[in-house]
């Protein structure tokens, strides 16, 4: 049976203006035969939980370079599951400004609602992540 690719909407985090590393991922994403509808830098929770209620994404994928993903991503996740979004949610990238990861603020994204958090830049982890999504997914493009 052939995979089917994921519908991904790919995030900055609010405070996060940074873009070359939403184009890398897009490009990553889309050479591995994933449709992805990317927001942008500096995307506000309303905009994040709107754009999740119109797009029903099959995995919502947050970045951010800033040193302040834990922070912002805890917001957003927690938003999305505010807003009822079940789908999965993963978070990458440079997330605290003290250079290494944080088992503590890790633990936290993953209380409040985040299926993985990638938070050492491993990109190998992260695809190996997506090629453990569901085929059967609903919300999969074919």
């Known amino acids: 049976m052939r995979r089917r690719n994921v519908n991904i909407l790919l995030t900055g985090t609010e405070s996060d203006s940074h873009t ?29 939980t709107a754009a999740c209620a119109a797009d029903e994404p099959g995995l919502v994928l947050i970045s951010s370079v800033n040193g302040h993903g834990y922070r912002d991503g805890l917001n957003a996740v927690r938003a999305l599951r505010r807003a009822g979004f079940t789908g999965p949610v993963v978070i990458g990238g440079k997330l605290g400004v003290a250079g290494a990861a944080d088992p503590e603020q890790r633990g936290r994204l993953l209380d409040a609602g985040c299926d993985a958090v990638f938070d050492d830049g491993d990109v190998n982890s992260f695809r190996t992540y997506l090629g453990s999504l569901p085929a059967a997914d609903a919300r999969a493009v074919a």
């Open 20 to 48: 070359w590393n939403l184009v890398y991922l897009q490009l990553l994403l889309e050479e591995l035969g994933h449709r992805v509808h990317n927001l942008g830098p500096c995307v506000t929770d309303e905009l994040l």
